[in-house]
């Protein structure tokens, strides 16, 4: 798989604004490293900066652990929610990591959707795909350059039915792509993305040692570090929604198999997959 220019060739005349601000929507008290696993696997995929929209009990972690990301704090009371002043001046945002699916989590999830442009893109993740399944209604109001990466139960609680078999996700799996008008990555040993009205792809990298916490996070940061820059480059440029899905779950499973290289599959954490994300790129 050919890797995008801006991962590739970096232009000396350019600064950090270049390649794109992401926002994340992620963690909550006790739940910390899902944001910050996500936020680090975002910069080390090449975003230029990041905000992370946290708890105010959350921020120190996250200013400690990654002293690169800007914070936004979210007040506890739920009718004083409000998101940075102009969203969509963002390059991507991302939301799911940890938030929980409290009915203060909703009421973010619901705002985001309200507020955010639809050229704006999205990947939606963990809690906030439950969020999606648990309130239907809010799948009306998904924008039109959304990624959902779902593990299988995620798959199922989306369609509304336990499933017996991955054959029977994948057979599903386009109709929920078309139906809700998502690119959706459908996590697993070989990991499968559908979009609408585009044939499915199958991405074989990656080992049994990433069957650990926080591997997901570390696919989110990686796609929304993607976006963010491809939405930095000339729209005649871009790559669609399901060529970045598809690079970025390449290079989430090449940094599993070079970690394995180096150690056991069984002592794979989430952690190792960014310190190797930048051999995965080389």
Not at 101 to 117: F, I, K, P, R
Not at 163 to 176: G, Y
Request: glycine share 8%; charged share 20%; hydrophobic share 40%.
């Amino acid at each position: 798989m050919e890797l995008p220019d801006f991962l590739l060739h970096r232009d000396p005349e350019t600064s950090k604004v270049d390649y794109g601000h992401a926002f994340l929507i992620a963690g909550a008290y006790g739940r910390m490293g899902c944001a910050i696993l996500a936020a680090k696997a975002c910069l080390r995929s090449g975003a230029g900066l990041i905000t992370c929209y946290l708890p105010e009990p959350c921020v120190d972690a996250m200013q400690i652990a990654l002293p690169e990301a800007m914070v936004s704090i979210c007040p506890y009371e739920e009718s004083d929610n409000t998101f940075p002043k102009d969203l969509n001046r963002f390059a991507a945002i991302g939301i799911g990591p940890g938030i929980g699916t409290s009915d203060e989590a909703y009421s973010t999830m619901n705002l985001l959707l309200m507020e955010m442009s639809d050229k704006t893109p999205l990947v939606i993740d963990a809690d906030a795909i439950n969020l999606l399944a648990y309130n239907g209604e809010l799948l009306n109001y998904l924008p039109k350059n959304v990624i959902l990466t779902p593990h299988e139960r995620e798959f199922d609680r989306l369609w509304g039915k336990k499933f017996s078999s991955r054959e029977e996700r994948l057979a599903a799996l386009p109709q929920l792509a078309d139906e809700i008008g998502a690119t959706i990555v459908l996590k697993g040993h070989t990991t499968a993305i559908a979009s609408p009205k585009h044939p499915i792809s199958f991405i074989t990298t990656g080992n049994a040692g990433m069957a650990t916490a926080g591997s997901g996070d570390v696919l989110t940061g990686i796609i929304l570090g993607l976006l963010s820059q491809n939405a930095m480059i000339s729209s005649n440029k871009r790559l669609s929604l399901h060529q970045i899905a598809e690079i970025g779950v390449q290079i989430h499973g090449k940094s599993g198999e070079i970690a394995a290289q180096k150690q056991a599959e069984c002592t794979i954490i989430a952690s190792d997959l960014i310190k190797n994300l930048q051999y995965a790129i080389n």
